[in-house]
């Protein structure tokens, strides 16, 4: 893996390889006069080694920079031994370069070069550990926070070549020293640095590294303190749960009471990554509890940072051993519910999306045994006025079904699901994304009713990626089998056939895809069934005239515009999609 992509600070940005490689692009299209292009010129009649040193010694620094992007190329054509002697000598030279843009260059190819020496044998790690950490050591502690950030990341990415007394000896002391700096942003970065260190060590080096995040967690600049906050998960789960128990937990709960309320946030913030590094024994009595504090903090914010964490918090207690009502008191739950009270008559606020997100995900930490805690506030979210909040409700409607089981689906559900279906278009693909796993759950009479409305559907929506969407869904009925032979014939193979004439190619593909599927549920042990002789031929791809039969009657709740855009994320676990800030093109 690549563990210095994961080392960018926020308080530290630094530049990738790509956009280097962009803003030197840039400069190849700049027009520049004859006498700069005669600068920049250098005689192709040189050796490679002459070409190499010409290069890194010229007073252009595109040219030096050059020089440093063929510097593993030029080493391998003359030898470790005379790259040892005559190149690397002008690298470490490098590190006090005037040019920002080399210094940057050089530390983000360290790497590269540490990866070719590892496998020239002992030579190649002497010059390892003599030349390459040493120049990564010295950029770590540049005045510029790019270069150092740069540097800190390629350092991480270097130290897994080395062997394990090297890094307690050469790697160790970098990262002590910067976490005993005298500068407030290079001590800062050092939380980060810890916590991309330490899966590297030892127990014993880890507990040390343990102990100098407690010194930088009682920093007296409070940004020190907040970058802490923010490192403690990562550097959990590098120790693993015995030292985050031991050692770092009682840290985290000094970050929880700090009197800077920036570093208070920070730590609510971490409550749901904290909880998941903890053993199960902590998780209910310790987390809950913290997460109660920052829920009466005189803080606006940290309250706020708080409850956006409380669903995914909850959903940490899953499998833990103990009586659901034990690991998560109705207290909580009345905390959670309470995120949605103001979804109904409330446009904007986040605190709904975060209430939707995670239901499936709480539901599946207390059980569907308590379901009357969690019902009306479903119900509530079903009737939001925000789109978003509807839309993810759709999404993970299926997951709620597979919970809940059959009864109370039916029960429960089934109007939720007519009402998305009338929904916007942004909520009611939703709904049919998954509508083949949402009524495998239902009884066969409720299956047959919603097979019949597909073709309304399908006609009250223009959009060619729903109508792909169905067609997928129509091989999950097939594949599932929901439905007998003779009502996949009278209701499916029309659609099916309408949807291998529909004009867009994509639409088609899956509706092509779908046939063998069907023509196998047709298929029986006597052969294929009776009545497919007799099916229809492919209707017209252009809508019908008069609609279908409309659906049940219910009706849809009251929405807000759906902005244009895209709507993206990762799902959480159950697996459904996040809740979007717009809907897809």
Known sequence: ADLGSAFVPPSLPGRSMSEFEGEFGEWRNTEISEQQLLNLEVDETLSPLDRSLTLLRSDVNIQRIVGLREFVETSQKIGLEKSKENLFPLLLELTQDVDVSVKEILAVTVPEIAEYVKGEGPLGCELLVGQLVPILAELTTDRLDPIRTVACASLIRTAPLLQPPDLEAHVLPIVLTMAKDEDTKRRASAPHFLAEFA???A???QERLCAEMGVLCE???????KEAATALPKLC????PALCNRLLLPLYGKLCRDDIWGVRKAAAEALTSMSEMMPPAARSATMLQLFEAFAEDPSRW??????QELGSLIATMQ??????TELVPARIVRHYVSMAEDSVKSANGEFPVYCAFNFPAVLLAIGSARWSELGPTYHCLVKSVQWRVRRTLAFSLHEVARLLGPALTEAELVPTFDLFLKDLDEVRIGAITHMAEFLSLLPAAHRLTYL???PQVMHETE???FRRTVAKQLIGFCGRGLFPADVLLEHLVPLALQLCCDQVAAVRAVAHRLLPVLFRCLSGPGGIHPSVSTAPSAPSSRPPTEPPPSLPSAAPPVATPAPTGAAASTPHTPSFPPPAAEPPP
Do not use: E, K, N, T
């Not at 789960?237 to 693993?240: L, R």
């Not at 499998?319 to 659901?324: C, F, K, N, R, T």
């Open 199 to 201: 899966h590297i060590f």
């Open 203 to 205: 127990v014993p080096i």
């Open 219 to 225: 920093d007296f600049m409070f940004a020190v303190r």
């Open 237 to 240: 789960q590098a120790v693993g």
């Open 302 to 307: 940290v309250r706020i940072a708080a409850y």
């Open 319 to 324: 499998g833990l051993p103990g009586p659901s």
């Open 452 to 454: 019949r409305m597909l």
């Open 463 to 465: 959009g060619w990626r």
